[in-house]
């Protein structure tokens, strides 16, 4: 299967079509009525007067949530590839990212974090073309705008606000103003949102919004431990992959190896984000599949061992489906 997508072949597509529902196949055999889906955050609804439960069929919600996750990876895979990442043009990205995303029962329905990923890789995308920029203030304003926005459907979100500024440390030399209009960029987002409230006389609420900083870290984890077994196939393929990183690191130019620094303090931002939500469940951890889908990616490109790539992602694929069965 890696080696299939290794190359530029329009049939991979279709092949990704599949392996996304082969993916989905535990939880279509034991499928549950309806689920239940929160789309935004609560101080957003005033905004947007969605309702406090949405319930979808099953099987709807989990074939929406495919569909998104497809449109995703392709998205991730034509990021990952113009910006030369790997080396070489290949579907590898997309393969890795529908694998990554697709770890959990609770990663294959919608989720305020799955339409967050869409944001992520609009940012990734901002993030690696700022390096060879002569100005990017606008840039920078468009990302803070787009953490705003982000916020206001999930808001630990709101954390990838230092991420911003640490991509202007990694790719640029200090410029106050750049750094200034990150922060132009997510007030605009809140300006407005409280202009909303004072309309609508609920002004003294819009402090609400900001208590989540000062939350403590969450006690109500909704994970069962046994299936975190899961990610043990995914630790030895990063594990190889970072290995094989190091090896090739100081042979990489210098853009590729400050995009995976950026990488990585993306991966430790939605990590540790967690405590931002008090009710947090599972599904946070997709803000983590971006980052963690390069490094996936980057070691099936360069491995040399067939029968061992193709081995540890045959055996990730049926650890997926095993633990949404039992």
Known sequence: MIK????INPVNILILMGIILL?????????????????????????????????????????????????????????????????KSTYLPA????????????????????????????????????????????VMYDLGMIVGLGTLIYFPFIVMLPVVWISLIIFRTFNWREWLAVVTGI????????VFYY????????????????SKFPTNLRINLYDT???????????????????NFFRSVVHL???FQLLFFMFIAGLISFYLKQDLRLYHFLLCAPPVAVLMAYYFVHAGKQWLYESLYVVLVGGIIYFQLF
């Open 187 to 194: 007030i605009t987002v809140f300006f407005f949102l409280g």
């Open 4 to 7: 299939q997508f290794r190359s």
């Open 229 to 247: 077994l899961v990610l043990i196939p995914v630790a030895v393929i990063l594990i190889l992959g970072i290995f094989q990183l190091q090896k």
């Open 95 to 138: 393969l890795s990212y529908v694998s990554a995303a697709s770890l959990f029962s609770p990663f294959l329905i919608l989720s305020p974090v799955l339409f967050c990923n869409f944001l992520v890789l609009w940012m990734m995308d901002k993030f690696l073309s700022i390096y060879k920029r002569d100005t990017v203030s606008s």
């Open 257 to 259: 190896r400050k995009s």
């Open 199 to 214: 309309w609508n006389d609920s002004l003294d609420q819009f402090y609400r919004i900001w208590l989540p900083l000062a």
């Open 23 to 87: 993916l989905r196949a535990g939880i279509f055999i034991r499928l549950p009525k309806e689920v239940s889906v929160d789309f935004i955050e609560p101080f957003t609804r005033l905004l947007l007067p969605v309702p406090i439960e949405n319930t979808f069929p099953a099987f709807t919600n989990i074939y929406l949530a495919a569909f998104l996750l497809f449109i995703q990876a392709l998205i991730f895979n034509r990021i990952i590839n113009s910006y030369n990442f790997l080396g």
